[in-house]
């Protein structure tokens, strides 16, 4: 992901209270967002951009089950 890009977060089906957890490689929890598919793409994006560079784990779950999970390669 290099300056200036954005995410893009697309669920089929997916139900209204999502949740989006972003950790560093050690595991820490940086940031977490709850809401639409919507409001959970505005929300990573802004909090992204205040991330320094480095590799990490973005974990999206509807209710309490797992949906996706990726690692982000910020430059």
């Known amino acids: 992901m290099k ?3 954005k995410l893009n977060i697309a669920i ?3 139900k209204r209270n999502l949740k989006a957890e972003i950790y ?3 595991g820490q929890l940086l940031t977490a967002a709850r809401g639409s598919v919507e409001e959970i793409n505005k ?3 802004d909090r992204m ?3 320094k560079t480095g590799i990490y ?3 999206i779950y ?3 089950t797992s ?3 990726s690692k982000i390669i910020k430059e």
């Open 3 to 5: 300056s200036g890009q």
């Open 12 to 14: 089929k089906n997916a």
């Open 24 to 26: 560093d490689m050690t």
């Open 43 to 45: 929300k990573v994006n």
């Open 49 to 51: 951009q205040n991330l």
């Open 57 to 59: 784990i973005i974990s």
């Open 62 to 64: 509807d209710e309490d």
């Open 67 to 69: 949906l996706y999970q």
